[in-house]
């Protein structure tokens, strides 16, 4: 499973609207892949660091951020205001 393109996004800012800003383009990697990374470096991993390279890992792999594989159990995103009206559709694989 990999999150919708960031031009799709409404959660937490309208794309359809305004192109995002740093601010949001982080919040929404951050609840994408779950903080993985430093989890990863923690245990000795490393995340890839394109498309290509994580395709050339199995789901199971260690190193496949793609995967969440490096996502703790539990994640705290903090308190978000939300800024777009409407109905939101989300999902989450953990």
Same mark, same amino acid.
């Given at each position: 499973t990999?999150? *919708?393109k960031?031009?799709e996004? @409404?959660?937490?800012f309208?794309a359809? =609207? =305004?192109s995002? +800003?740093?601010?949001?383009? /982080?919040?929404? =990697?951050?609840?994408a892949?779950? +903080?993985q $990374?430093?989890? /990863?470096?923690? =245990?000795?991993?490393?995340?890839? /660091?394109n498309?290509?390279e994580?395709a050339?890992?199995?789901?199971?792999?260690d190193n496949n951020?793609? $995967?969440?594989?490096?996502a703790p159990a539990?994640f705290?995103?903090g308190?978000v $205001? *939300?800024k777009v009206l409407?109905?939101?559709h989300?999902?989450? @694989?953990r």
């Amino acid at each position: 499973t990999k999150p *919708m393109k960031i031009e799709e996004h @409404t959660l937490f800012f309208d794309a359809k =609207a =305004a192109s995002p +800003d740093q601010e949001s383009e /982080a919040r929404v =990697a951050r609840f994408a892949f779950l +903080d993985q $990374q430093k989890h /990863a470096i923690a =245990a000795g991993n490393l995340c890839p /660091a394109n498309e290509v390279e994580a395709a050339e890992l199995g789901d199971q792999d260690d190193n496949n951020c793609n $995967q969440l594989n490096a996502a703790p159990a539990y994640f705290d995103g903090g308190l978000v $205001q *939300m800024k777009v009206l409407g109905e939101h559709h989300v999902v989450s @694989t953990r």
